[in-house]
């Protein structure tokens, strides 16, 4: 049995073009990070066995770059919405952002930047905020603490609770990213035909199914859909039988 969807939820899918207008580069887009850097290097198991002071030295790098940029007008809008949707944020991006801008319902399926995480089987996280991770920092394991973010051929987290998110959604927006990453990409299939489904980026190879491709900008069209949507939600308010067919 399909799970029932939701009237009044909406769930975004969010990549790192949401935060590119917050100055937080992207991965593959002109001057992305995988332009400047080697993922292998800086963002896989191998890279962090061979060389962990350059691996620590990458995210204390974005940790920083993260903390010192300001939510914009696409993570503020999102934020808003929860003023009248049950909204869900599942986010490929290791910035707070979305939880600065107010959201209360963030999912990172790839880490987070402001937490820190030991290597042992328990996996301990701790908050770190903005500071960095040294070498010889260790849990209380013993085991030498790494950043908090999901590699290039490691597990991703919160993924069947993502897919039951988007199933039971009435609106899924997803909104800057390439769809190339995948388990993650592949979440965009767990959205039911019935529901309303926007792509926000400024290009896109291939459209999942049955979505509406909007090309542009999300600071200016993640508040104008928000603005929409805020509408008809009291629009439904106001005349609760206006989608109720004459009898
Ligand atoms: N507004 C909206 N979309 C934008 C903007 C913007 N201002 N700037 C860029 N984009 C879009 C691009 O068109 C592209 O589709 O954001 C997307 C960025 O794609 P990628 O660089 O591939 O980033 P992302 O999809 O987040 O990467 C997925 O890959 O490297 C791994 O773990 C990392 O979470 C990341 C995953």
């Given at each position: 049995m399909k799970a029932e969807i939701q009237t009044n939820k909406i769930v975004v899918l969010s990549g790192s073009g949401i935060s590119a207008e917050s100055g937080i580069p992207t991965f593959r887009d002109a001057n992305g990070l995988w332009h400047n850097y080697s993922w292998e290097a800086v963002a896989s198991p191998s890279g962090w066995q061979a060389h962990p002071e350059v691996v620590l030295e990458f995210y204390n790098e974005r940790r920083l770059q993260a903390a010192e940029a300001q939510p914009n007008a696409a993570h503020l809008a999102l934020a808003e919405l929860e003023s009248a949707y049950e909204v869900v944020v599942i986010t490929q991006n290791v910035d707070d952002l979305h939880e600065r801008a107010g959201s209360s319902n963030v999912i990172h399926v790839h880490g987070q930047l402001n937490h820190a995480r030991g290597?042992?089987?328990?996996r301990r996280r701790y908050r770190i905020d903005a500071a960095p991770i040294q070498l010889?920092?260790?849990?209380?394991?013993g085991t030498q603490l790494r950043p908090d973010i999901v590699w290039f051929g490691e597990d991703v987290e919160y993924l069947e609770e993502s897919r039951r998110h988007i199933a039971t959604a009435a609106k899924v927006l997803v909104v800057g990213t390439s769809l190339t990453v995948f388990p993650a990409a592949s979440?965009?299939?767990?959205?039911?035909?019935?529901a309303e489904k926007i792509l926000v980026a400024l290009a896109m190879d291939k459209l999942p199914y049955g979505f509406r491709f909007m090309r542009g900008k999300a600071s200016s069209i993640v508040p104008f859909l928000c603005q929409g949507w805020l509408a008809e939600h009291q629009n439904r308010n106001l005349y609760p039988d206006s989608d109720k067919h004459a009898s």
């Open positions: 290597t042992s089987e328990a010889g920092q260790l849990c209380e394991d979440l965009v299939r767990a959205a039911r035909g019935r």
